[in-house]
T-cell receptor, first 111, second 114 residues
């Protein structure tokens, strides 16, 4: 699986958009970008995934650059409950759900 | 989405003893995975557990230390054997529902070895 690079930490004001970047410059054509988050003392939770088009669901939006070498997860209106570690993972779809976790970004949403 | 019940949620164990962690899924899953999360670190895959075959271990993890059972499509156990303080971690199980659906996780077992 391709390697990802994320900033170790970010802060965001409550109610504002949180934009979490991820670099995956070695991504190959059949690899998707997945985002998970881990709230303190809980197991990781799936957020969203995409291949090359932008994606949106009830939790977040995923913006993937045209060259697919980077992406941004957007939480449109961050709340205190969004404080968590966010992991960007690149892997082939339907390749088995063993996940390779990098360091992730620790997002702190502040009042 | 499917739910995994993981037990125990936490335990404090004496060195040299063993602890078995159980994960029960509320639906059948083809593959289950076990991860370790050392203090302040990210998750590391220990092994993949398939029903009817031996678990497949990642580099650095061996069956004698982390024996795994997978008796059916809804249940798996991980044993941490002959524990030392270095085994103090959070252990998590994960299920693969197949058909392109995303992995889901148990809540983790926080293990402290004293």
């Amino acid at each position: 699986d391709a390697k990802t690079t994320q900033p170790p930490s970010m802060d965001c004001a409550e109610g504002r958009a949180a934009n979490l970047p991820c670099n995956h410059s070695t991504i190959s054509g059949n690899e998707y970008v997945y985002w998970y988050r881990q709230i303190h003392s809980q197991g990781p939770q799936y957020i969203i995934h995409g291949l090359k088009n932008n994606e949106t669901n009830e939790m977040a939006s995923l913006i993937i650059t045209e060259d697919r070498k980077s992406s941004t997860l957007i939480l449109p209106h961050a709340t205190l409950r969004d404080t968590a570690v966010y992991y960007c993972i690149v892997r082939p779809h339907n390749a088995g759900n063993m996940l390779t976790f990098g360091g992730g970004t620790r997002l702190m949403v502040k009042p | 989405s499917a739910v995994i019940s993981q037990k125990p949620s936490r335990d404090i164990c004496q060195r040299g003893t063993s602890l078995t962690i159980q994960c029960q899924v509320d639906s059948q899953v083809t593959m289950m995975f076990w991860y370790r999360q050392q203090p302040g670190q990210s998750l590391t895959l220990i092994a993949t557990a398939n029903q009817g075959s031996e678990a497949t271990y990642e580099s650095g993890f061996v069956i004698d230390k982390f024996p795994i059972s997978r008796p059916n499509l809804t249940f798996s156990t991980l044993t941490v054997s002959n524990m030392s303080p270095e085994d103090s971690s959070i252990y998590l199980c994960s299920g693969d529902p197949g058909r392109g659906r995303e992995a889901f996780f148990g809540q983790g077992t926080r293990l402290t070895v004293v």
